[in-house]
């Protein structure tokens, strides 16, 4: 009942692929530390449109997969 409250798979806003948003992901909701660079850089010249600046992390976590 709980699977569905683990994790939650995203698209990358700057490469639309999986991205994980959960706590492990500092990068969330981009997939890694490359595509948040590029979307910071596209903010730098377009208006900034998206209005998820601050994310849920009240989530319960405590899947060790991903860790290292
Ligand atoms: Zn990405």
Known sequence: ?????????????????????????????FCSAHCKNLDLGAWADEAFRLGADAPPDDMPFGDPKAAN
């Open 1 to 29: 009942m709980d699977t569905s409250t683990q994790e939650r798979v995203v698209a990358c806003p700057s490469c639309n692929g999986r991205s994980v948003f959960s706590a492990q992901n500092i990068y969330r909701p």
